[in-house]
Nanobody
C-alpha cells in the first residue's frame, strides 16, 4: 500500500508564497508522482501542475508563471512552489501518484490566501 502525505499549506496574504510537499511512503516498488490538484467546495478537483516520468511539466493557465512543480525521485517526494498567490488559489491541494497500475491520492493540505 502506498501513502501520500501533503504538507506545507497554511494561511498566506495575497502576493505571498508557499511551498507544498508530497511525500510517498509504504510498500513502494515503483511510483510516479504525477502532479498536484486542487479542489474548492462545490467544484470538481482540477489539475494544477503535472509532471511526466521524463520530467516534462504542464500547468493550468491560471497558475502558469506563478507555480512550479518539481520532483525528487530518490526521495519519492514532489513539491509545488507557489508564488504571487491570489485569493482564488484558496483550495485544498492534493498530490496524485501512480504505482503499479494503481492511482493514489493524499488527504490534502489547505491553502488559504487572504486579500
Amino acid at each position: 500500500q502506498v501513502q501520500l502525505v501533503e504538507s506545507g499549506g497554511g494561511l498566506v496574504q495575497a502576493g505571498g508564497s508557499l511551498r507544498l510537499s508530497c511525500a510517498a511512503s509504504g510498500s513502494i516498488f515503483s511510483i510516479v508522482i504525477k502532479g498536484w490538484y486542487r479542489q474548492v467546495p462545490g467544484k470538481q478537483r482540477e489539475l494544477v501542475a503535472g509532471i511526466t516520468s521524463g520530467g516534462s511539466t504542464n500547468y493550468a493557465d491560471s497558475v502558469k508563471g506563478r507555480f512550479t512543480i518539481s520532483r525528487d525521485n530518490a526521495k519519492k517526494t514532489a513539491y509545488l512552489q507557489m508564488n504571487s498567490l491570489k485569493p482564488e488559489d484558496t483550495a485544498v491541494y492534493y498530490c496524485n501518484a501512480d504505482s503499479l497500475g494503481k492511482n493514489y491520492w493524499g488527504k490534502g493540505t489547505l491553502v488559504t490566501v487572504s486579500s
